[in-house]
């Protein structure tokens, strides 16, 4: 991966594509504005609402590939590395970036990691009781769960982190960005009490997932427990027998009304789960992880704050 990204950007040097930075801290755009990359949908939305039309903002996810197997292509790498800020995860999924920031052009780049910035907050993958796991050793230390925008409460704490970065980086609109990051924040705070209120009212704990489990993070804001086909960043698609029947068992010993996925799931394994429980007649649930938002969702009006609202009905539904 860094020979392809050295050599993409040697070329594209060569041939003089790349535009002049200006090496001053202010935006590089013909517009003035700063130009700002962010990899997935969440970060888009948060910077978005944040900068208002004061910067130029580009979501390179933006065709519903998934964070877990996205690698970028030469174009990607050419608005990296000429960005005024870039903002991206920083888990596992995220390796590409070390080697793409090293050809970076423009020098005076802020870079902004969300798991970095969440620090101790970040938390490790978690394998619970009856998960299938994955047969890999990750030699470069603890792989974090890198679902950090599944948490309203995370969400707060990065847009204050990100919007200080960007007044630090174009203080002539550190007022205006300072006060859209206040009425945000009041805004996740507001959803994240409703979700409070909802988990309080459950008299149900505990919801299973037919699938990968990438909201670790929201249930650990609202006490809620688990049970799951795959961890959250997990390539598996096929669960073995043993996984399966451990599930279907969990939903009669819980007592579960429905059986969940992400948006992502052809629903195979959950309704094979539904159909090994005694009474085979669970809801199965769908809930968005925001990892699959296109351009096009973006252009009919979805946002983080819509999708997390959807989610918490289908949360009181799975609560019942």
Not at 55 to 77: E, R
Not at 145 to 163: F, G, P, T, Y
Not at 301 to 311: A, P, R
Request: negative net charge; charged residues 30%; hydrophobic residues 35%.
């Amino acid at each position: 991966m860094k020979k392809y990204i050295s050599i993409i950007i040697c070329i594209l040097m060569a041939l003089g594509v790349f535009t002049a930075c200006s090496g001053n801290g202010n935006a590089n755009t013909d517009s003035g504005k700063l130009k700002i990359i962010t990899t997935i949908f969440p970060e888009y939305d948060w910077v978005r609402n944040i900068t208002g039309d004061k910067a130029d903002i580009t979501m390179l996810l933006d065709n519903g590939v998934d964070l877990h197997s996205y690698q970028p292509t030469a174009d990607d790498i050419i608005k990296i590395s000429t960005c005024d800020v870039f903002v991206y995860v920083g888990g596992t999924s995220d390796s590409w970036v070390k080697d793409t920031l090293k050809e970076a052009v423009n020098k005076d780049m802020v870079v902004l990691n969300l798991l970095d910035l969440l620090g101790e907050n970040a938390k490790e993958e978690e394998e619970k009781e009856g998960m299938q796991t994955e047969d890999e050793e990750h030699e470069e230390g603890p792989e974090y769960d890198e679902h950090v925008w599944l948490s309203l409460r995370n969400a707060a704490v990065l847009c204050q982190k990100i919007s200080d970065a960007l007044c630090e980086k174009d203080a002539a609109n550190a007022d205006f960005y300072k006060s859209n990051t206040t009425a945000y924040i009041e805004k996740l705070n507001g959803l994240d009490s409703q979700y409070k209120d909802a988990v309080s009212a459950a008299k149900q704990k505990t919801i299973l997932f037919g699938d990968r489990f990438p909201f670790r993070y929201l249930t650990d804001d609202y006490g809620l427990d688990y049970y799951a086909a795959f961890v959250g960043c997990s390539a598996e698609t096929e669960a073995s027998f043993e996984t399966i029947m451990f599930l279907a068992r969990k939903v009669d010993e819980l007592g579960l009304t429905s059986i969940m996925q992400i948006e992502t799931s052809d629903g195979s394994i959950a309704e094979t789960i539904k159909k090994n429980t005694k009474t085979g007649d669970q809801k199965i649930l769908t809930i968005d992880s925001l990892q699959s938002v296109t351009a096009k969702d973006v252009e009919s009006g979805s946002t983080y704050l819509s999708v997390m609202e959807k989610n918490l009905e289908v949360l009181k539904d799975a609560l019942k």
